[in-house]
């Protein structure tokens, strides 16, 4: 198995731009959800999915929009990129709550926002 | 609502010695507690759990947790620090219910020296 799988794993954008950032796991995981990491904050949940073609916002949605059309991709659209969105994104995977899983991340994308 | 706190932003132990990170939590109910640690560069890795039961968890790598619920706290330790230990350690909280979301605490960098 890959497991989760991110890219690019870099990007620069200037402010304005739109860009997709791509995320698939081939371990079959009902939930996925993405992620920021941002310097003593620790991560912050962004969007989530229960399946395919159900999402929900987390903690800071704004500014960012996701879609779920099959259970192995879960891609995060950044729709007009700040200064602010400046960061590094985490996508993780997992089984259904009553599993009580963990969580598997993949290797990040560290994006910059000029 | 969910939350944990990690007091240190940073931990300094020689090689060898014994180490631990701490972690607090608040949570409505029985917590479900995680621990993972982030080497440079890399996404988070699961290293151990809390569910129910014994209050001593053994994680990965030779890490173990001790969960405390009326001190309501989650410390990672270990009997004798290695310098491959080196990383960024995260504790996390997961709802009860409903989606598999965690709250994670802002992170505690373990140095292990020679």
């Known amino acids: 198995n890959a497991g989760v799988t991110q890219t690019p794993k870099f990007q620069v954008l200037k402010t304005g731009q739109s860009m997709t950032l791509q995320c698939a796991q081939d371990?079959?995981?009902?939930?996925m959800s993405w992620y920021r990491q941002d310097p003593g904050m620790g991560l912050r949940l962004i969007h989530y999915s229960v399946g395919a073609g159900i999402t929900d916002q987390g903690e800071v949605p704004n500014g960012y929009n996701v879609s779920r059309s099959t259970t192995e991709d879960f891609p995060l659209r950044l729709l007009s990129a700040a200064p602010s969105q400046t960061s590094v994104y985490f996508c993780?995977?997992?089984?259904?709550?009553?599993?009580?899983?963990?969580?598997?991340f993949g290797p990040g994308t560290r994006l910059t926002v000029l | 609502a969910q939350s944990v706190a990690q007091p240190e932003d940073q931990v300094n132990v020689a090689e060898g010695n014994p180490l631990t990170v701490k972690c607090t939590y608040s949570v409505s109910g029985n917590p479900y507690l995680f621990w993972y640690v982030q080497y440079p560069n890399r996404g988070l890795q699961f290293l151990l759990k809390y569910i129910t039961g014994d209050n001593l968890v053994k994680g990965s790598y030779g890490f173990e947790a001790e969960f405390n619920k009326s001190q309501t706290s989650f410390h990672l330790k270990k009997p004798s620090a290695l310098v491959s230990d080196s990383a960024l350690y995260f504790c996390a909280v997961r709802d009860r219910v409903g989606f598999n979301k965690f709250y994670f605490g802002s992170g505690t960098k373990l140095n292990v020296k020679p």
């Open positions: 371990m079959n995981h009902e939930y």
């Open positions: 993780a995977s997992s089984y259904a709550s009553g599993r009580l899983n963990e969580q598997f």
